[in-house]
């Protein structure tokens, strides 16, 4: 508990001076941006009421987004406050977005292909396709919903019983 309450002073002294120059200089710091929707933003070494009065954060200070419920941060997670008054990558857009089950990333006896690439979250699509020697049961493609939910059934890959037949009489050889 001690070392707990010495370490949070360490931060709030640290943090805290900063900030309260921070606050008569915009040039000094960044001014708080808003979170992404279905999401709060993590500020370390600072208390409530801290976040509550501060209106400029320093240089090199960084904030953390966080979503909620079953979602996950698209985009940049960790944003830094520059020299010049802004946010890193404020060009690249941070969503909060709900995650789709990943069963559905993978296929027995197949592929699967995903549009955008990284988590299965709102508006990702997998293409489904079957090894060689299995057919594909059901549609090719499903695309995650903003129920967080995939809009078709998993399709399944069965064993393709005349590909064997085909396979065998392609490998007999005339004799000589």
Excluded at 28 to 43: E, H, L, S
Excluded at 50 to 69: A, F, N, T
Excluded at 82 to 97: K, Y
Excluded at 127 to 145: A, D, E, K, V, W
Aim: hydrophobic share 35%.
């Amino acid at each position: 508990m001690c070392r707990r309450m010495a370490l949070s002073f360490l931060l709030f002294s640290a943090v805290l001076p900063r900030l309260s120059v921070s606050a008569y200089n915009t040039s000094a710091g960044c001014a708080i941006i808003r979170p992404p929707r279905d999401g709060g933003i993590r500020y370390r070494g600072l208390t409530q009421e801290q976040i509550r009065s501060v209106q400029v954060l320093p240089v090199d200070y960084e904030i953390e987004y966080i979503c909620r419920g079953n979602r996950v941060i698209v985009g940049p997670k960790v944003r830094k406050c520059l020299p010049n008054g802004t946010w890193t990558d404020l060009s690249q857009h941070s969503r909060c977005l709900l995650l789709c089950p990943r069963v559905w990333t993978s296929l027995e006896n197949g592929r699967v292909s995903s549009r955008p690439l990284g988590p299965p979250v709102e508006g990702t699509v997998l293409h489904y396709s079957c090894l060689p020697g299995f057919i594909l049961m059901g549609r090719n493609s499903t695309q995650c919903n903003k129920m967080g939910k995939w809009d078709t059934p998993k399709p399944v890959c069965h064993y393709d019983r005349h590909y064997k037949a085909c396979l065998r009489s392609a490998l007999v050889l005339p004799a000589a």
